[in-house]
């Protein structure tokens, strides 16, 4: 069976430190890959997505990036944070084609101090 | 800005009452899906429902969709303390891989 993993589950960082959030998926292969954010309460913002290895769309101007190394390795970075980067951020996969059903991790709370 | 918008924003019944939740969304879609995210958890996929479907059932779930509309109603039947969470509608605009996700409802079940 697929699963998908995601860490850490909480992480605490200092504005303008570094992030690097992976998420890895079991038991499928070139799965198409989702990076979300939520903030407290809120719905899903869709950050980037990805349908093959080093092929990246980004949905939100940030100072955030997405890289995909492997075919099932995803990575969520930054260079410096900023305050209005902490929330709740969510990895998904879904198989190949559009409208596919998402199956989600457990997620990163990421508070910035 | 958020496609999807459900409503009520949050409800509150007893064990055994049904629930029902709305979604509205404003292109056209390939499908139209509901997730489950329970407190602090990644959203759990419920059911899909296709654009020339109307009605779709599983288990105590049934969702509607009315294209001309361009809204969908997820109903939990003989609700349970368990149902507590968060519901969700996504859609993916015909042609592309990217879903978007309305507001939530925060559904909460007393026992």
């Known amino acids: 069976s697929q699963t998908i993993h995601q860490w850490p589950a909480t992480l605490v960082q200092p504005v303008g430190s570094p992030l690097s959030l992976e998420c890895t998926v079991e038991g499928t292969s070139n799965p198409n890959l989702y990076w979300y954010r939520q903030a407290a309460g809120r719905g899903l913002q869709l950050l980037f997505y990805s349908v093959g290895i080093g092929q990246i769309s980004s949905e939100v101007p940030q100072n955030l990036s997405a890289s995909r190394p492997q075919d099932r390795q995803f990575i969520l970075s930054s260079k410096k944070l900023l305050l209005s980067d902490s929330g709740f951020y969510l990895c998904a996969w879904s198989v190949q084609g559009g409208g596919q059903p998402q199956h989600f991790g457990d997620g990163t709370r990421l508070s910035i101090l | 800005s958020q496609q999807g918008e459900e409503d009520p924003q949050a409800l509150s019944i007893q064990e055994g009452e049904n629930a029902t939740m709305n979604c509205s969304y404003k292109t056209s879609i390939n499908n139209l899906q509901w997730y489950r995210q329970n407190s602090g958890r990644g959203l759990v996929h419920l059911i899909l429902?296709?654009?020339?479907?109307r009605e779709k059932h599983s288990g105590r779930l049934r969702v509607t969709l009315d294209t001309s509309k361009k809204s969908s109603s997820l109903l939990i039947t003989a609700s349970r303390a368990a149902d507590t969470a968060s519901y969700f509608c996504a859609t993916a605009a015909s042609g592309t891989y990217k879903y978007i996700f309305g507001t939530g409802t925060r559904l909460k079940v007393l026992a």
């Open positions: 429902i296709r654009s020339n479907e």
